[in-house]
């Protein structure tokens, strides 16, 4: 008689080892500290690989609150509009079909929420344009809005890769109201343009009353804390056209979508 265990049972605690787990497989070590930088880069190869199957070569990014709403209080229901409006021009206008090069420029990209982000990823969707939602996960977790194309809705845990993947690709910043998130995103690129640290892309921001009631850039200037050619970084707009004309005087291309684009294109 044969007293020997299986093979299955004399090497059980092997195979359930964790440190016999494929790393590529073992999510406890893949979200371990050591593994931060790792994570830090599949966040950027993910969606950088996605962008580039879908021929993305330039984005217009637009920011603005996710508090926001369409029938919301005062001026709320004319931001989303004109959000929503925007979308949709720039679409049109900006080349997101695929042009003779097989390439998309200027595709609508938000942070994926609802209010200003929701409003502009579906204008593009009303002009059978692709958008892009650059999702973030958040403490009461925020979900994507229902219009960003769905194969275009991306999530990071890391604030920094969101934020390089929004500026990498922007041949242009459109910035409607907004609260810290909106403030947070703008001046971290007016910073980099301020220090050359980013091309010179044109930045317009939507609703002069609104940003020189909640930012007082006299005083910035006054103080010293700017120079006067920092104020030629931003124009400011009121409307949807007038903001897009605000891009095309800085040198955006306009590039007409076609009459009935074809679905492979959308």
């Given at each position: 008689m044969n007293d020997s265990p299986s093979l299955a049972q004399a090497n059980a605690a092997q195979l359930a080892s964790p440190s016999y787990r494929l790393a590529a497989l073992d999510p406890d070590f893949l979200m371990g500290s050591s593994m931060r930088g790792v994570r830090f880069l599949l966040e950027f190869a993910k969606a950088d690989e996605v962008l580039r199957n879908w021929r993305v070569r330039s984005t217009i990014v637009v920011f603005g609150s996710a508090r926001v709403r369409e029938d919301g209080p005062g001026r709320q229901p004319f931001w989303y509009a004109e959000a929503r409006r925007f979308g949709r021009l720039a679409s049109e206008r900006g080349g997101a079909f695929l042009d003779g090069e097989g390439f998309r420029d200027n595709v609508i990209?938000?942070?994926?929420?609802?209010?200003?982000?929701?409003?502009?990823?579906?204008?593009?969707?009303?002009?059978?344009?692709?958008?892009?939602?650059?999702?973030?996960?958040?403490?009461?977790?925020?979900?994507?809005?229902?219009?960003?194309?769905?194969?275009l809705t991306f999530r990071f845990h890391y604030f920094a890769m969101r934020k390089m993947h929004l500026a990498m690709r922007a041949n242009a910043l459109v910035v409607f109201p907004g609260g810290f998130g909106t403030f947070d995103?703008?001046?971290?690129?007016?910073?980099?343009r301020q220090t050359g640290k980013a091309p010179q892309v044109p930045i317009v921001l939507v609703d002069g009353?609104?940003?020189?009631?909640?930012?007082?850039?006299?005083?910035?200037?006054?103080?010293?804390?700017?120079s006067p050619r920092d104020l030629d970084l931003f124009r400011m707009a009121e409307d949807a056209e007038s903001a897009w004309k605000c891009l095309v005087d800085q040198g955006l291309r306009e590039v007409s979508a076609p009459s009935v684009p074809k679905s492979k294109d959308i």
């Amino acid at each position: 008689m044969n007293d020997s265990p299986s093979l299955a049972q004399a090497n059980a605690a092997q195979l359930a080892s964790p440190s016999y787990r494929l790393a590529a497989l073992d999510p406890d070590f893949l979200m371990g500290s050591s593994m931060r930088g790792v994570r830090f880069l599949l966040e950027f190869a993910k969606a950088d690989e996605v962008l580039r199957n879908w021929r993305v070569r330039s984005t217009i990014v637009v920011f603005g609150s996710a508090r926001v709403r369409e029938d919301g209080p005062g001026r709320q229901p004319f931001w989303y509009a004109e959000a929503r409006r925007f979308g949709r021009l720039a679409s049109e206008r900006g080349g997101a079909f695929l042009d003779g090069e097989g390439f998309r420029d200027n595709v609508i990209a938000t942070g994926g929420g609802p209010g200003i982000m929701e409003a502009a990823n579906r204008g593009a969707g009303e002009a059978k344009a692709p958008s892009i939602g650059f999702n973030i996960m958040l403490p009461f977790e925020q979900e994507p809005n229902a219009y960003s194309t769905p194969e275009l809705t991306f999530r990071f845990h890391y604030f920094a890769m969101r934020k390089m993947h929004l500026a990498m690709r922007a041949n242009a910043l459109v910035v409607f109201p907004g609260g810290f998130g909106t403030f947070d995103e703008l001046f971290e690129i007016l910073t980099l343009r301020q220090t050359g640290k980013a091309p010179q892309v044109p930045i317009v921001l939507v609703d002069g009353d609104y940003w020189r009631s909640v930012v007082n850039l006299d005083a910035l200037l006054a103080a010293g804390m700017i120079s006067p050619r920092d104020l030629d970084l931003f124009r400011m707009a009121e409307d949807a056209e007038s903001a897009w004309k605000c891009l095309v005087d800085q040198g955006l291309r306009e590039v007409s979508a076609p009459s009935v684009p074809k679905s492979k294109d959308i």
